[in-house]
């Protein structure tokens, strides 16, 4: 079984950055192509960025290319978000994901395996 577990969230003002990360544990970490969404109040959960299990290939939203960069390292288990130039707008909970399989995907019944999720506040 694989767990997820987010870090790094927290209050920041606006323009200001912040990084999360994500520990995985319990499967073939690099097998797995990773995944952020996020979900704002009173929202559906959406697709942030994904990175493919060697870390080769990402995929960003729209919304976020060119101020968000996911990257991961293998021999730790871990996955990360760098996010910079943040906006009240990108104020939502922020969840990792997992999929058992090696390419990026962008929608959420892709992926099988979910973090607790980790609440980031982008105040004005």
């Known amino acids: 079984q694989v767990q997820l577990v987010e870090s790094g969230g927290g209050l920041v003002q606006a323009g200001g950055s912040l990084r999360l990360s994500c520990a995985a544990s319990?499967?073939?970490?690099?097998?797995?192509?990773m995944g952020w969404f996020r979900q704002a109040p009173g929202k559906e959960r959406e697709f942030v960025a994904s990175i493919s299990g060697v870390g080769i290939t990402t995929s960003y939203a729209d919304s976020v290319k060119g101020r968000f960069t996911i990257a991961r390292d293998n021999a730790k288990n871990t996955v990360s978000l760098q996010m910079n130039s943040l906006k009240p707008a990108h104020t939502a909970v922020y969840y990792c994901a997992g999929r058992p399989i090696e390419r990026v995907a962008n929608y959420l019944a892709a992926y099988a395996y979910w973090g607790q999720g980790t609440q980031v506040t982008v105040s004005s």
């Open positions: 319990g499967g073939a970490f690099s097998f797995y192509a």
